[in-house]
């Protein structure tokens, strides 16, 4: 069908394990987002979103443990009737340990969805990990969150999803704050704080580089301009050749100056967006300091 889904991901996996950033993130990488739709109707939701005028190519839907728990034993006749309808769904499974599910759970004063049935907090994990288990058996990808923070568990989902891996090389942009450390897996990183800093002007300082009044201030300054202009020429030089290579599947440009919020940002998005117009397929965006 002409504009049908191609891609479907159900992000399920225990409470606290960062599923709603996963989902948040699938959602800024161009996916049609709903979160704890009923896994019954999942059949039923993919028909109509195909049969949508300018209907989304890609889909990505939330299923845990605020199901029926007899809809989530049943998982498996579901994804088949999905899949009777032209997609194959991919099921992402988060997971933490219980130490640091009860540590997180802690820190931000959240019920747990199985609380309602006056169990203790470790109670109600043992029970949704066995509720959850026929979900977990079937699914493509496990990711333990365990020891990993928003950030990391953000950029994670971006190079796996937002990026095609079938791509020779895919781009991601990243800019970040010196002041939290480099990145460590970046290919190339680039030192914009010898740049003018939009910080020490009051009406910027609440922007950030994806603001229009940053990029024009930038802009305005023949440093900036002149950074631009060598970075993007060495980019144009050497991206092709690992591209060439045919050794890597993703590099990383990593954009940093002191606080990773102006400076950093815009040079990262300007030089994404210098990168498609270059005629690069796969190239995602990352702000480590703001996403």
């Given amino acids: 069908m002409e504009g049908a889904a191609r891609a479907l991901v159900i992000v399920s996996g225990m409470s606290g394990s960062g599923k709603s950033v ?47 728990h007899s809809d989530l034993s049943d998982i498996s006749g579901t994804l088949s009737a999905v899949g009777a309808l032209g997609l194959d769904p991919r099921l992402v499974f988060f997971e933490s340990r219980d130490d640091t ?19 203790s907090l470790a109670d109600a994990i043992s029970l949704e990990r066995q509720v959850l288990k026929p979900l977990r058996q079937i699914a493509d990808r496990v990711v333990d969150t365990s020891d990993l923070n928003v950030h990391q568990l953000r950029r994670q989902v971006i190079t796996e999803f937002g990026l095609d891996s079938d791509s020779t090389v895919s781009l991601l942009f990243e800019s970040f704050a010196y002041r939290h450390g480099v990145p460590a897996d970046a290919d190339f990183v680039f030192d914009a704080r010898c740049l003018p800093n939009p910080h020490w002007n ?46 890597r599947s993703y590099v990383t440009v990593a954009f940093g100056c002191t606080g990773g919020r102006h400076r950093s940002v815009y040079l990262a998005e300007r030089m994404a967006r210098h990168a498609r117009e270059a005629g690069w397929d796969e190239v995602a965006v990352h702000h480590r300091e703001l996403d």
């Fill in 101 to 119: 599910l009860i540590k997180r759970y802690a820190d931000t004063r959240r019920r747990h969805p199985l609380s309602h049935l006056g169990l």
């Fill in 22 to 68: 996963a989902l948040n993130t699938f959602e800024d990488l161009g996916f049609y987002c709903v979160d704890n739709l009923p896994a019954e109707l999942l059949p039923d939701f993919v028909r109509s979103v195909q049969g949508a005028e300018a209907a989304p190519t890609k889909l990505a839907v939330g299923i845990d443990v605020r199901n029926r």
């Fill in 202 to 247: 009051a009406i910027l300082r609440p922007l950030s580089g994806r603001d229009e009044a940053v990029a024009d201030y930038l802009e305005a300054e023949p440093d900036a301009m002149r950074f631009v202009e060598q970075v993007s020429g060495f980019l144009d030089t050497w991206l092709p050749r690992l591209r060439a290579d045919g050794t």
